[in-house]
């Protein structure tokens, strides 16, 4: 039933109401029922629990919490309320977060491969000789390639630097992280713009547009929960999002955008803002450079053009636009976090950070604010010298705008495969899993077999590990003790946090930090892990001496955080020193200095109809979390979200196994016929099709995002591109 | 000491879906796989007319929920053997697991499907506002781990406790949800904007001919409901029924799914009642 049927009822209904039940409840307790007693019941006993601080691992938040320990086994994790940025919460993948300590899943000692690589024939082996056995690999790889043949993968981990920081004493060049699959187009164009990439105040924000985010089930803290309360307290929230999502369920207003068409709007928004002149002009001419070249280029980008690309309204976003400028400059276009999404994405959102230009919002309470102080000291080290290494990255120049200490995946992975400019032959791998995140799984492979040896380090044997040479057991986060991290929460400062054990690591589990430090001793590089972890957080707390115990206290440290504004007057980390709306770097570079429209590509073979969009949920974070087993009770499986209309010319009825196809690859999943999606398009969720055998939960169960994604990437900074590809539809069986 | 009354407040507004609660809940209280001590339900969202004239989804709503620890609760009725009853000291609908014989009588009699068998211990299952934790001065957990602090609890005889200074905040803006003509005095209070709102459902009672029509043999009819033959009967009923059935107005793990959350097709038997705010 929905709102607006609802019947409310008057005050005399409800007591003529409460009458009539009463009576009802008479006639049926005629001779036989007596009301209810009620009795006292027996007190119930707190549980015998120690309470222990720590940070979630269940996604890249660190949502701060407490563990409740039982006789050594933890029975709960709780969200710690003294941790402000999650808004004092743990949401279900956190308290899920006891299912993966405790997930049978778990890989328990070394494993080396004794059958072909991918068949799952595995053999246990003592630590001692997975060591020596990674660091003669190594050694040989070195000797044969230089040292740049070895490539060091490491996820998103409070351990992860100390895998860069060791590919740099080992002497490679060659280190990606998740995030050329994930977010780089977004801090390649805010970057641009702004020197610097800024974060959303979301919680003094009047307005906010939520383009290619959904940031109600991709829960980023403290974004997240501030977008409910900023709407409970009048502020609006537009979502634009080919899919009903949550977040459009619950925002102010939803438009079914067509997929790639947020640039049209955004320059629709600056069309509208410049030419009624809604800017504050004093600031526009002091703080940003190039806007008569943008508003030469926005000229005829109306709403009414638009409305052509997008398909909304041009009434609305007029009105949109007008609005922004009103609450400005606690207004914004929320920059977003994965913004993997074409091959434009670097162009996409240089768009929506002009936008944010013009509305002045920079370091001002509900706009985008500079990164707030976290006072952590690096602790720094003088990487030795090789004479034979390489000039770069073997992905080096591949793109005009690489982030030199990222790199794309997608295009080190062509690399390898071809061999060139050089040959890369080993691979380290810390809890990330491109087989599962990186598109054109088969390339994914074709890159492995290139490959003499292979080590993965996680808890869980990924599909990356499962492909691996060697898999070494990492314990979870509830068992390792971590250095300190920064989370940055908006307008609120940083926090500092840090984890301790909470109970002793399960199995033969290591964390990667141990493995490091064996590996650089047999090495020769034993100088650069000459620490342990509470020597190393010393050191990074060094300009707080009382954040130590206060961590422990209270497992979070806030360090001062001066006031927004900070930045006025002072010039901007670009070259003009001002936000550039026009960029000059790009000029220089033959790259389109102002944001060049193209619609979208159309589908290039009439029986690939749809566009394949990707997410996830509120309860999964991807291919980490979907074997948990309390997770995988809300999201068992990943079915084909189809539109209603579309599912009926197909012959496709509600559940129905549909086969997808693309020129990537194939797969089968069970169809969501729903009017919560655009006709043309189609979405799945990620982290299903696993094909590791050590995934129970996941393993064949619905289809692979990464089979069917084409290896597209950002032609700009090399970000993958997966809203690229197409898919063929049809039932299973089916002509 | 002064009698509570412990109850749920909930700003179902704020309710993103995200599941937190129900893990927490699971997880805090060892729930077996499959069944679910608390819930969230979907409202199916209206069509709305956008600016062009074309026709698109209007807002949605999400509605956490669970046993509703009723004043007038017709599962303490339903219970043979007395395992079921109310607490006197806080208020909450009680199952003693000494007592219950898992004979889902309760089960069928909870208008709200918040009942259910639980597949391992056999025996009806429900939220109890999570007592150990309460002992420890927690919340209880769906509470104490919600991110948008939709669902507040508290004793709302306590005029100083976060559910009471909800209610009196919103004092004729407040909701039950209840079967048409069947009052159960839910303490579950919703701010009047919730929804779904037809997915409660007529309570079956043990008692009626109809029931007991279907499952004794006439003879013993009278017998069963009066009796300690009744008890046997129900045990042996046990025997045979099988495992995890929740309520009828439950199922409510599958809500979530996108289009399957359908609200129980707008059942003519279930009414929002507007609170004149609370005693």
Redesign the interface.
């Known amino acids: ?11 005399r209904d ?1 007591l003529r ?2 009458g ?3 009576t ?2 008479a006639a ?2 005629v001779g ?2 007596t ?7 027996p ?5 015998k ?1 120690e309470s222990k601080l720590s940070v979630c691992d269940m996604c890249f938040n660190r949502c701060g919490l407490i563990a409740r320990v039982e006789r050594g086994v933890i ?5 710690n309320p003294k941790f402000t940025k ?11 977060g ?2 993966q300590v405790y997930d049978p899943d778990r890989v328990k000692t070394p494993l080396l491969r004794v059958g072909k690589r991918g068949e799952g024939k595995w053999k246990a082996i003592s630590w001692d000789e997975a060591i020596e056995l990674t660091a003669t690999k190594m050694k040989d790889i070195a000797a044969k390639y230089t040292r740049c043949g070895m490539l060091f993968s490491a996820g998103a981990d409070m351990q992860s630097g100390f895998v860069n920081r060791f590919a740099e004493a080992f002497g490679s060049f060659n280190v990606t992280s998740h995030e050329s699959l994930c977010l780089l187009s977004g801090n390649r164009a805010f970057l641009d713009t702004f020197g610097d990439v800024p974060l959303p105040d979301v919680k003094n924000s009047k307005y906010v547009i939520l383009a290619g985010a959904n940031r ?2 991709a ?1 980023v803290t403290p974004d ?2 501030d977008l ?2 900023i709407m ?1 307290n009048g502020a609006k929230v537009v979502v634009l999002d080919p899919r ?1 999502t ?1 977040s ?3 925002a102010s207003e ?1 438009y ?1 955008i067509q997929p790639g068409t947020d640039m049209a709007f955004m320059l629709a928004l600056a069309n509208v803002i410049i030419s009624e002149k809604l800017y504050d002009a004093k600031y526009m001419a002091e703080r940003t450079s190039g806007l008569d070249k943008l508003a030469a280029h926005v000229a005829d980008m109306t709403p009414e053009w638009a409305e052509k690309q997008t398909g909304i ?1 041009a ?2 976003i007029r009105r949109m636009a007008r609005e922004l400028a009103a609450a400005a400059p606690a207004s914004m276009v929320y920059p977003g976090r994965r913004t993997s999404d074409y091959e434009n994405s670097t162009q996409i959102r240089r768009s929506f950070a002009i936008v944010n230009a013009l509305l002045g919002n920079y370091d001002r309470p509900g706009g985008l604010v500079p990164a707030r102080p976290a006072g952590l000291k690096k602790v720094a080290f003088e990487p030795p010298w090789y004479d034979d290494s390489p000039p770069g990255r073997v992905d080096a120049k591949s793109v005009p705008l690489l982030f030199d200490d990222e790199g794309s995946f997608v295009l080190t992975r062509e690399a390898v495969i071809k061999g060139a400019p050089y040959p890369i032959k080993g691979w380290f791998v810390y809890k990330t899993n491109p087989m599962a995140t990186a598109p054109e799984r088969r390339k994914t492979r074709e890159m492995i077999d290139q490959l003499d040896f292979m080590v993965v380090v996680d808890i869980a044997m990924s599909d990356t590990a499962w492909m691996a040479d060697l898999v070494l057991p990492a314990p979870s986060a509830m068992e390792r003790q971590d250095p300190v991290q920064a989370l940055q929460s908006g307008a609120e400062g940083a926090c500092l946090v840090w984890r301790d054990p909470v109970i002793p690591p399960l199995y033969e589990s290591r964390p990667v930090f141990d493995i490091l430090k064996a590996l650089a001793g047999k090495l020769g590089l034993a100088e650069f892990f000459d620490f342990d972890i509470p020597a190393y957080r010393l050191k990074q707390l060094a300009a707080f001496p009382e954040a130590a115990e206060i961590i422990k206290r209270d497992g979070v440290f806030y360090p001062p955080n001066p006031p927004l504004g900070g930045t006025d007057g002072a010039p901007f980390k670009t070259p003009s020193q001002k936000i550039e709306l026009y960029c000059s770097r790009y000029a220089e570079m033959g790259l389109d200095p102002l944001p060049v429209y193209q619609p979208p590509k159309t589908t290039p073979d009439a029986a690939r109809k749809f566009r394949l969009v990707v997410g996830r949920s ?2 999964i974070t991807q291919g980490s979390s979907t074997n948990n ?3 995988s ?2 999201e068992p499986e990943n079915m084909l ?1 189809l539109n209603e209309d579309a599912a009926k010319e197909l012959g496709v009825r ?1 559940g129905d196994v549909v086969q997808v196809e693309s020129p990537a690859g194939k797969g089968e999943l069970k169809a ?5 999606i655009r006709r043309d398009t189609v979405y799945m969720l990620s982290g299903f099709g696993s094909i590791s055998g050590g995934l129970s939960h996941t393993k064949g169960v619905g289809a692979s995002i990464v089979e069917l994604m084409e290896s597209r990437f950002d032609s700009i900074c090399g970000n993958s591109a997966i809203h690229e590809t197409f898919l063929s539809v049809k039932k299973k069986g089916a002509a | 000491m002064s009698t509570q009354k412990l109850a749920m407040v909930i700003d179902s ?2 309710c ?5 609660c ?3 809940c ?3 209280n060892g729930v077996s ?2 069944v679910w001590r608390n819930w969230i339900k979907e ?4 069509l709305v007319n ?3 004239g074309s026709k ?7 509605q956490p929920g669970a046993c509703m620890h009723c004043d ?2 017709t599962c ?2 339903a219970c043979p053997t007395g395992a079921t ?8 609908v ?1 199952i003693d697991p000494r007592l219950c014989i898992g004979c889902g009588n309760c089960i069928k009699a909870c208008p709200y499907g918040a009942r259910f068998r639980d597949p391992v211990k056999r025996i009806a299952d429900k939220c109890n506002y999570c ?8 919340a209880p ?1 769906c509470v ?6 939709a669902r507040v609890f508290g004793d709302i005889n306590d005029p100083n406790s976060d559910a009471a200074k909800l209610l009196a905040a919103n004092q004729g803006k407040v909701v039950r949800v ?1 079967a048409k ?3 159960t005095k839910p303490n579950m209070y919703y701010i ?2 919730t ?4 997915w409660a459902v007529q309570p079956v ?1 043990p ?2 001919f109809d029931f007991l029509a279907g499952v004794v043999a006439p003879a013993v009819k009278w017998a069963v ?2 009796s300690g033959l009744g008890v046997l009967a129900m045990l042996g009923r046990q025997l045979f029924v099988g495992a995890g059935t929740h309520g009828s107005g439950g199922a409510h ?1 599958t809500d ?4 399957g959350g359908k ?1 129980s097709d ?1 059942k003519p038997n279930t ?4 609170e ?1 705010g609370h005693a």
């Open positions: 039933m929905s709102d607006s049927e609802t019947k409310r009822i008057s005050r409800f109401l409460a009539a039940s009463a009802a409840v049926t307790a036989a029922v009301a209810p007693e009620a009795k006292a019941a007190a119930a006993k707190a549980p629990w029975t709960k994790l709780d969200p999650s808004r004092g919460m743990l949401c279900a993948r956190g308290n899920a006891v299912a109600l089930e829960l997240s929960m409910i309360s409970g009903y949550k459009a369920a619950l939803w079914p309204p009434a609305d509120a309860c087993a309390l997770l009770e809300f979200w509600q969501l016929v729903t009017p919560k | 507004a704020k993103i879906d995200c599941k937190g129900v893990a927490a699971k997880q805090a796989r499959g409202a199916v969202p209206p956008a600016s062009d698109k989804l209007g807002h949605g709503h999400f007038e609760p303490i009725q009853y109310k607490s006197a000291s806080d208020g909450t009680v007592p150990e934790r309460r002992a420890a001065g927690l957990a104490d781990t919600c991110p948008t602090k209840i003509g069947k009052d009047a904007s929804a779904p709102d037809g009672d008692l009626s409901g009066l793990g979530d799914k996108p289009n609200p707008d009414e929002k009642k507007e004149g």
